[in-house]
DNA sequence: GAGAGGTAG
DNA sequence: GATTCTACCTCTC
């Protein structure tokens, strides 16, 4: 008697039948983001050298290629670029992550039709699990690569291989190496070319090992990819980390890095930033703290969650070595919670610990050991008189309303900038997702 | 379990 | 004078 296996349900493929299809990985990945981004927008950008700045205007996170040329590095300070901003021709935006968040999200969804698995892995890219023929496989990636440019009008680059790692290797070569044209197969390039690309590029350019990892290696004499692509994988989990052991594994083409499902719950949230100008009393960071803290509370009502624990912390600047000071105070939460005013007066736990005169460069709190929130009641004995009332939601409904900024719990609820808030000098309009910020067309 | 260290984008 | 932010993982104690 021979038992026949039952055939699999007509409907969507499951995961684990996805799996067995699933051949390669193709990581894909947009050029230089932000100023491409952009450069959507305002094509006059197209050719000319652009940095796009982090937070409070203070350093390049993004370079087009042509600013890359001037030598500008990631992270370059503001301040000593824009002095010779003029001469260079140089442009610089102040970051706009609404309009980049949106952008991306066009991106993904546009992934989605090559692929059934998309791993959203960062703002910019995504791995996707691919199957065909090497062939195919490269007409994929072209195919996704044309229709970012003519669709979102982004530029994209695509590394498919067996492995995450080696996926983003190929991306890279696929980036630096004219001759690919943006897409580049790890399994097609000849193996005498891929030896000669590993040897010539350095372990710090790999997915997983920066500064730290790169002069541990440099140590024992592994200094290019095809070092440490050669190295015995159980020997670097002794000497370092398994961690790094998936690494060399995943070179030499043992995948070992899945792809991940999305993350729906996060495991924490932080809410943290640098001040444009320092802050020296504890009434101007009881008011920052107050913001956080409602911020916080609107973040984890969104994704119906709360919070057991609040982290709240300061610091001066790492570049004033006089002085400095990193007060930071742990509260436990009665009970789970996302009320505004339990979270907020969490936060001003760390007045205290305030000494007024020291300036404080940033500030924050973290909300951690999150849950999803419950449906029972708590015990009447811990009931908290805000939430009854849902002063959370309600507020949430009139910041939608009339704006945000329209109300807020005391200190919070100021009107007008307060001297410590971001410097956003030059942000481009939010295009995509606010009406009067729309683009304007004129046909003549 | 907390904190340090490391990494990514 | 001025220099991002958020989130994860692993290792160690």
Redo the contacts with the bound molecule.
Sequence with gaps: MVKTIPRAAAGPMSKPALMRQMQEIALV?VNC?YASVERVFDPSLEGKPLVV????D??A?TRSPEAKRLGIG???????I??RAREWGLIARS?NYELYGDISARVMELLGRYSAWVEV?????AFLGVKGSPAELLQLGRDMKTAAARNVGVPVCVGIARTKTLA?LANKWAKHNSTFDGVCRWDSVPADRREALMAGLSV?E?????????K?LDAIGIHSVLDLSRADPVRI?DK????L?RTVLELQGTPCIPMEEE?V????????????T?ITTAAELRQVLSVYGQQASA?LAKHHLQAK?L?AFAGT????QRDTSYPSV?V?LPMPTADPVILTKAAHALLPAIHEGV?Y??A?I?V??LRPTGNQKPLELFENPHEERNIGPLMEDIARRYGRGSIGLGYAGIRGGPDWS?KRGMRSPRYTTHWDELPLVKAA
């Excluded at 892995?121 to 890219?125: A, K």
């Design positions: 990945d983001f700045l982090s937070n409070n203070g350093c996170v990631v992270g370059e300070p503001w301040f000593k824009a002095p970051s892995y960062s703002i910019d890219e983003k710090v790999l997915w997983g090992v920066a500064t730290r990892l790169t541990r989990r370092f980390s398994v961690v052991m993350r719950g996060r495991d924490q949230l932080i809410f943290s930033r640098s001040f444009s320092p973040r624990v982290t600047s790492h570049y004033n742990c436990p300036k460069a940033r924050g973290m951690t050991d971001m």
